[in-house]
């Protein structure tokens, strides 16, 4: 631990120094790390929660308790055991970029069974949960997580030693709640601000999608065939890299640049992918993208790119599709991809662990039955979608604008809560340092109590066969 006036580091406040009173320490110190068991443990009747990655909020810190199960029923399966207080951090990509963090509360009996692709973080009472949430939440941290990620493409984790290392600025316990009220009371105005926001993000998308939908019903007496019989190359997966933090590397794209059914430019990471091994990954114009997986809601969302030929390369979680420009429109495809009949059809056939990545594999991408009408009748039916989306674009363009004031906004408040500008220190608080110091040595003291050895079971003796009976003496 460090005392008060101590460089921050670990992307918390980088270059400043903590405020008077703070101490700065490792989760490790603060937290035992994904505990294997609950302080009490149930009986085999007693109804606990039962929680999947998709009952965690992205962003907010919220969770779904609400699905209770008796105990018995599954703590014999390979689940995360977690009770009430207890901090998740959802270690699997794109789950930890997303924000599935949150304070667990609210559990039936104050226990809950989860997804094994959640790190469970209970505070030694040192750090306040909500305090440990907020933190975790700020993009930066994520951000830097996500830079020591590990393990095979689509299966990246932040391995536990990572987190365990993570320095966080740790203020007296008492200024820990004032930060706390401030910041619910805070981000309370600003989630009014993004309720709307997400309304006006989903009107807008349904609004695009009825769009298309009534676009693609007036093409009935087209021939149908399917997206693999039209295609110029076989579909292709991306392939995910670690970020680099110097700038160098390969422009990479991320899940989000095609989240929205419109292709962002603005979301792309530099990473280390080798050259050659990515050299057929290359963007180019009019390629197709489909997320391989994603949360429930938002697997099988596509985008087309319009833009220079090798601007960039494309992650393992999104498919490519380039067609036959002989026989189809890249832009007509992209538009019967984005309809209502092949997301649905889309996340019908979404398979997944625990519900908490489901993902479509290239066959099902592959059999999107597509309406085929002559080349000049599928441009002239895009030409048409894009005199109807011309109303809506400005709509939209607003709403994008808030999103991210929105995020700018949550982004300085988190800065201000960890500096210690947004709530005020008091002299007469006890220093954190003192606190955990008090921690460490009770954490020392019961390590040493050893526990008593493990008595073995005897070894059952082996049945003697014919021949093998003891000599005689």
Known sequence: MTDSGAEVSAGAVPGSALPAGWALATLAELCEVNPRAFTEEPDDDDLISQVPMAAVEAETGRIDPSMHVPYGDLKKKSLTRFQEDDVLFAKITPCMENGKIAKAQGLAAGRALGSTEFHVLRSHGGVLP???????????????????????????RVPRPYLEGLKIPVPPLTEQHRIVAKLDEQLAHVEAGEAAVGRAIVETAQLRASVADAAIQRLADAPVKQLGEILAEPLRNGVSAKATQDGSGVRTLTLSAVTYDEFDDRFTKMTSANPERVASLWLKDGDIFVERSNSAELVGTSAIYHGPSNWAIYPDLLIRARVDRSVALPDFVALVLRTRRVQFYFRQRA?????????????????????????????????????????????????????????NLRAALFHAAFSGALAPQDPADEP??????????????????????????????????????????
Do not use: F
């Open 432 to 473: 954190a340092s003192r606190l955990l110091d008090r921690i460490r040595t009770r954490c020392e003291a019961a390590a040493k109590v050893k526990k008593p050895p493990r008595k073995r079971a005897p070894r059952p003796r082996k049945p003697t066969t014919s021949g093998q009976e003891a000599l005689p003496l």
């Open 351 to 407: 398979r997944g662990l625990s519900g908490s990545m489901p993902k479509i594999d290239q066959s099902t991408i592959e059999s999107v039955e597509i309406p085929l009408p002559s080349l000049t009748r599928q441009e002239e039916t895009v030409r048409w979608v894009q005199r109807q989306e011309e109303e809506i674009d400005p709509l939209a363009a607003t709403v994008g604008q808030a999103q991210a004031e929105s995020g």
């Open 130 to 156: 909500e305090y440990l949430m907020y933190y975790l939440l700020q993009r930066n941290v994520r951000r830097l997580a996500e830079q020591h990620m590990s393990g095979a493409v689509g299966q990246r």
